[in-house]
């Protein structure tokens, strides 16, 4: 079965815009998380969906946000992107509830200029 | 809080046995997770194990769990080439997120 898949892979952006990344989980997934990387930050939780609903929240600026759809689809949105939002932003996705494993897609680069 | 630590370095020669370690401050970390990153990549999730096991071995992986002391690790034996990446274990508690430690980078020479 299909992979998670993020799109784009690359993007790059200038400061002050906004950004829309995308992640559909792998088909029956319904738990979708979002992590940034970052050299000196390591990989941080931004949030985590489940059936629409935000179950979790990381401790980021409220610039960051996200969404799932009715597919279990899901968007995270950067406005007001700084130089420090650059970043690999990986989503991941699980059965959600007590199912144990993750599996995370290739990432979107973000590089804001 | 909670925290995951990890050694940043490991170098070892083709054909050993790589450990890697890990330790967490999280006693309600219900599963523990080892992910590798190759450069330019994603996570690949390679095992994980639930936090009443002492064990778990998959081939040549096995992952040793002390619950007392907060330490997990990975044995990657007859390590080749293509296992030089950065490893990642994570923690998962009570909410459904992961808590990385650093990546420990594995070099594996000739």
């Known amino acids: 079965k299909a992979g998670v898949t993020q799109t784009p892979r690359y993007l790059i952006k200038t400061r002050g815009q906004q950004v829309t990344l995308s992640c559909s989980p792998i088909?029956?997934?319904?738990?979708v998380s979002w992590y940034q990387q970052t050299p000196g930050q390591g990989l941080q939780f931004l949030f985590e969906?489940?059936?629409?609903?935000?179950?979790n929240k990381g401790n980021f600026p409220g610039r960051f946000s996200g969404r799932q759809f009715s597919n279990s689809r899901s968007e995270m949105n950067v406005s007001t992107l700084e130089l420090g939002d650059s970043a690999l932003y990986l989503c991941?996705?699980?059965?959600?509830?007590?199912?144990?494993?993750?599996?995370f897609g290739s990432g979107t680069r973000l590089t804001v200029v | 809080g909670e925290d995951v630590e990890q050694s940043l370095f490991l170098s070892v020669r083709e054909g050993d046995s790589s450990v890697i370690n890990c330790t967490y401050t999280?006693?309600?970390?219900?599963?523990l997770y080892w992910y590798k990153q190759e450069p330019g990549a994603g996570l690949q999730l390679l095992t994980y194990?639930?936090?009443?096991?002492d064990m778990k071995q998959d081939q040549r992986l096995t992952v040793l769990l002390n619950k007392k002391d907060k330490h997990l690790s990975l044995r990657i034996a007859d390590t080749q080439t293509g296992d030089s990446a950065i490893y990642f274990c994570?923690?998962?508690?009570?909410?459904?997120?992961?808590?990385f430690g650093t990546g420990t980078r594995l070099q594996v020479f000739p």
């Open positions: 999280d006693s309600s970390s219900t599963y």
């Open positions: 088909s029956g997934h319904r738990s």
């Open positions: 994570a923690g998962r508690g009570n909410t459904d997120k992961l808590i």
């Open positions: 194990i639930f936090s009443n096991m």
């Open positions: 991941a996705s699980s059965l959600g509830g007590d199912s144990g494993g993750y599996t």
């Open positions: 969906y489940f059936s629409e609903t935000q179950r």
